[in-house]
């Protein structure tokens, strides 16, 4: 990449990386109003600031005692986990739901701000999660998880409905569109490298996509989580597809920690 200095941008959060143009840190955009029982595996992340919780990120549930996000949201919370909380079962973005308190942020170990590699992180909660109708774990893809070019996939989160517009105050989701690796490399060939470990989707007509707010948040293929959402050029760029973390890049890691005792 060119040493040209940007800002990536998250919602209430920003920080300097190396790029030559601005990326936004994703990130629905042109969805629909969703119920959560509809995508029972969407969670909320929440960080504690001096006038109570603001929502900050998206995650998805993988267990009844782990979410999965992106690195990007918890990193600054690995050392104080209690700046940061988890909702589970609510439609709506301030209200609602069950809150749960946080044992251990577990970003990975490679992850890097620079590159955006490895955006991906588990959170463990103190205590376990009931589930029901409204709550529900996604399944993770195995590392053969076969996942064509054109497939129909489904992101969902509370974030901007438009590029530079307001975060939704309720769960929105949208359908996209998988796109192959290689033209994804070849839309941001100026901007990042795009590596095995990311996945590319967008749609068209009218264009969809997930938006600043969405980060952290599920890409799901028949119930099985196989992207986080990560980042993007704007938001339902017709040029440039989201990018999201490949779930499946990670399934060794992700048993690991879930196997974890404490």
Not at 51 to 56: C, I, P
Not at 140 to 154: A, C, E, K, M, Q
Not at 155 to 166: A, C, D, E, P, T
Not at 199 to 212: E, G, Y
Request: glycine share 8%.
């Amino acid at each position: 990449m060119r040493p040209e200095t940007v800002l990536i941008f998250m919602l209430g959060l920003s920080f300097v990386s190396s790029s030559p143009t601005s990326i936004e840190v994703n990130r629905i955009v042109n969805g629909v109003k969703a119920d959560i029982k509809d995508v029972p595996y969407q969670a909320i992340l929440q960080k504690r600031t001096n006038y109570g919780w603001s929502f900050t990120c998206g995650a998805a549930v993988i267990s009844t005692r782990f979410v999965l996000t992106a690195a990007h949201c918890v990193r600054a919370y690995e050392r104080e986990p209690e700046g940061i909380r988890v909702i589970v079962g609510s439609s709506m973005r301030n209200s609602g739901g069950t809150a749960l308190d946080v044992l251990k942020v577990i970003p990975h170990h490679s992850y890097s701000p620079l590159t955006l590699i490895n955006d991906i992180a588990m959170i463990k909660t103190k205590t376990s999660m009931n589930f029901g109708v409204s709550l529900k774990a996604v399944d993770i893809p195995t590392p053969d998880f076969h996942l064509p070019d054109g497939s129909n996939v489904l992101v969902s989160g509370y974030g901007l409905m438009n590029y530079g517009g307001l975060p939704s105050s309720s769960l929105r989701a949208a359908y996209v569109n998988v796109v192959s690796q290689g033209l994804c490399r070849i839309a941001y060939r100026d901007i990042i490298v795009i590596t095995d470990g990311m996945l590319c989707a967008c749609a068209d007509n009218p264009p969809r996509d997930a938006c600043q707010g969405d980060s952290g948040g599920p890409l799901v293929y028949e119930n099985t989580i196989v992207g986080i959402v990560s980042f993007g050029e704007g938001c339902a760029n017709r040029t440039y597809p989201g990018v999201y973390t490949r779930v499946s890049e990670y399934y060794a890691w992700i048993n690991e920690n879930l196997l974890e005792v404490n």
